[in-house]
């Protein structure tokens, strides 16, 4: 990828705090999971009930394995594969040194892999997974535009870069142990 000046400056601002992005799927909010400062700032931005946890996106594994158990690695690395390109978020037993703002306090932790250049870039720059969540506030409409962003979060996020016409339909998710789709 040949990032724009806009993903470059995005990247910077990622480093520490909570920026808005198209990703594989639709509009979202992130920051890095490895700043647990900014974690707390965008569920704070969101009104999200800190108990419902978040997904960590990321363009590799090698970036989640921090924060799940390690003994389903292999598991996750067969649903990633099964997944056919089709974007899933699975459920997988956290690590137990995981914070509670990721998992939301449950013994699961949501986690999605893709090949969505721009996630890419940001993993790979930072070294880090994304938390990433919609880009509205709980209960709200997920914003489809800068001035419906700006109308949710007023001056809140660190930076924002525009959606794209693709950011429609939210991921798949499956909880990896059982094999059950909750969406």
């Known amino acids: 990828m040949n990032p724009s000046f806009r993903q470059r400056l995005a990247l910077r601002y990622l480093c520490n705090g909570v920026i808005a992005h198209p990703t594989d799927t639709i509009y979202g909010l992130a920051c890095l999971a490895s700043n647990l400062f900014a974690v707390s700032q965008l569920i704070q931005l969101k009104r999200r009930d800190s108990a419902k946890g978040l997904i960590l996106l ?17 598991d996750l690395v067969d649903g990633v594969q099964m997944a056919n390109n089709q974007p899933t978020t699975f459920l997988v037993p956290a690590d137990s040194d995981t914070s509670t703002l990721l998992t939301g306090g449950g013994p699961l932790i949501a986690v999605r892999i893709t090949d969505n250049p721009l996630v890419q870039y940001f993993c790979e720059n930072t070294g880090s997974a994304l ?10 409409k997920t914003a489809t535009s800068l001035l419906q962003l700006q109308a949710h979060f007023n001056n809140g996020l660190s ?9 429609n339909q939210a991921s798949t998710i499956i909880n990896l142990l059982t094999g059950e789709r909750i969406r």
Request: aromatic letters at 14%; proline letters at 6%; hydrophobic letters at 40%.
């Open 58 to 74: 990321a363009s590799d594994i090698s970036y989640v394995v921090p924060y799940i158990d390690s003994t389903f690695i292999s």
């Open 131 to 140: 938390v990433s969540s919609s880009a509205n506030v709980q209960g709200q």
């Open 159 to 167: 930076f924002a870069l525009a959606p794209t016409q693709y950011n």
